[in-house]
């Protein structure tokens, strides 16, 4: 069964750092997909970045970059110079390749509040 | 253009009425899904349905029925409504395919009370 862990239930962080929101996960799929989400207060669901398990290279999106450590599986996301407009919902999921397999598993969220 | 739009964005209704929410896509995606949101924030996926064809029913009460007419449309009907069907429902799509083009998109949530 698949798991996304979120441990950070909540972070600070001043305006124009850096922040890094951690992501584990579980699976015993060798195939499968990372993924990071924003939910602003608005509410609406906004992709940012991808990883798949094959790729080389770290994922990056302008400011958002993933930390993928495939022996740990982590999936980390880091945003640099952070905005007051970062402030929003956080989500990493999973999904699993192959056919009939085709869901996104979340995990708990973190809320990121960027102070001025 | 919005790519996915549900509707209604809002909905209040009374326990045990019947209720339908709608979502379509225009990004020629051929799998859709309905996910819940509940009060702490968890999204879970319902369903899923690939090419007008169910794929996942993840355990959801029988109330809950949805139906494709087609591989853009994907609607959620509820009956007999309960207080614990309060929730956030999302629409998504997303397309088959390698790597990033698997990435779901979302509608913008429809927020569902039931009182």
């Known amino acids: 069964a698949q798991k996304i862990t979120q441990t950070q239930p909540g972070m600070f962080v001043q305006e124009k750092e850096a922040v890094t929101l951690d992501c584990t996960y579980d699976?015993?799929?060798?195939?499968?997909?990372l993924f990071w989400y924003k939910q602003p207060s608005s509410g609406e669901m906004i992709f940012l970045i991808y990883?798949?398990?094959?790729?080389?290279q770290n994922a990056t999106e302008g400011r958002y970059s993933l930390n993928f450590q495939k022996a740990r599986k982590s999936a980390n996301l880091v945003i640099s110079a952070s905005q007051l407009g970062d402030s929003a919902m956080y989500f990493c999921?999973?999904?699993?390749?192959?056919?009939?397999?085709?869901?996104?598993?979340f995990g708990q969220g973190t809320r990121l509040t960027i102070n001025p | 253009d919005t790519a996915v739009s549900q509707t209604p964005k809002y909905l209040v209704t009374q326990m045990g009425n019947d209720k339908s929410i709608k979502c379509e896509q225009n990004?020629?995606?051929?799998?859709m899904y309905w996910y819940k949101q509940d009060s702490k924030k968890f999204l879970k996926i319902m369903f899923s349905y690939n090419n007008k064809e169910l794929i996942i029913n993840e355990t959801v009460p029988n109330r809950f029925s949805p139906k494709s007419p087609d591989k853009a449309h994907l609607n959620l009907h509820i009956n007999s409504l309960e207080l614990g069907d309060s929730a956030v429902y999302f629409c998504a799509s997303s397309q088959a395919g390698p790597g990033r083009t698997k990435v779901a998109f979302f509608g913008q949530g429809t927020r569902l009370t039931v009182v």
């Open positions: 699976t015993s799929d060798p195939s499968y997909g």
């Open positions: 999921a999973m999904r699993e390749t192959g056919r009939g397999a085709q869901k996104l598993v």
């Open positions: 990883q798949g398990s094959y790729d080389q």
């Open positions: 990004l020629g995606h051929d799998t």
